[in-house]
């Protein structure tokens, strides 16, 4: 069965350092890969999305891998902020209907 | 833009009552909306796919005569929750994807908190 695998424990770092969260498939073969970051009590927002050609992405301070081969990608925020500090979704789509898989999610805690 | 909205933010109802949820796309049309549910520390699960003037298509093990949707128009969608149970206490939140975009991010609502006493 398709299954998608974040970190489940939570990853702290400091303030000004680089956060690298990963995002492992397998059973899957998605035409892309978004990353959402998710407040409590709040809905998603959407951040980044990679398509299955493209092998890096980058917004600001963000910057995400697409590893069609490994069947990874790998989410980086740089020079972190205690306001990054939030849980961060990956979910991959491009099956039919163009649904969206979530990930359990990994919560970021960055540390002034 | 791109901003869903959803009504209400929380709900408290007694068991055996129906809720209804809103979700609506205020500055675009949404052809397709899609509704999650999220239980504490879980990430999202889809419970069905909502397709303007159609039946919803629901994933497997969600109850279609339990969770009725209702997308009537291009920028409303609703999801009732028919005779409430504690445990369909949980945190439902819908997405939309504007007209025309087959892939590309969804647009997600601010979520609704059910609990059912």
């Known amino acids: 069965s398709q299954k998608i695998e974040q970190n489940s424990e939570a990853l702290n770092i400091q303030e000004g350092k680089t956060a690298t969260l990963t995002c492992n498939y397998t059973?899957?073969?998605?035409?892309?890969l978004q990353w959402y970051r998710q407040d409590p009590g709040r809905g998603p927002v959407f951040l980044l999305l990679i398509r299955e050609n493209e092998k890096e992405k980058r917004k600001e301070r963000l910057k995400v891998t697409f590893d069609t081969t490994l069947k990874q990608s790998l989410f980086h925020i740089t020079a972190s902020q205690p306001a990054d500090s939030a849980t961060y979704l990956c979910?991959?789509?491009?099956?039919?209907?163009?649904?969206?898989?979530f990930g359990g999610g990994t919560r970021l805690m960055v540390k002034p | 833009g791109a901003v869903v909205s959803q009504h209400p933010s929380w709900v408290i109802c007694k068991s055996g009552t129906s809720v209804k949820i809103e979700c609506r796309s205020l500055?675009?049309?949404?052809?397709?909306m899609f509704w999650y549910r999220q239980f504490p520390k879980q990430s999202l699960m889809l419970m069905a796919t909502?397709?303007?003037?159609?039946?919803?298509?629901?994933e497997q093990g969600v109850e279609k005569d339990k969770f009725l949707i209702n997308h009537a128009s291009l920028t409303l969608s609703t999801l009732t929750v028919t005779s409430a149970h504690p445990e369909d206490s949980s945190f439902y939140i819908c997405s939309a994807r504007a007209t025309g975009t087959g892939e590309g991010e969804q647009y997600f609502g601010p979520g609704t908190r059910l609990t059912v006493t």
């Open positions: 979910a991959l789509g491009g099956n039919a209907g163009n649904m969206l898989t």
């Open positions: 909502s397709n303007e003037g159609s039946k919803a298509t629901y």
């Open positions: 059973n899957y073969s998605p035409a892309y």
């Open positions: 500055d675009f049309q949404a052809t397709t």
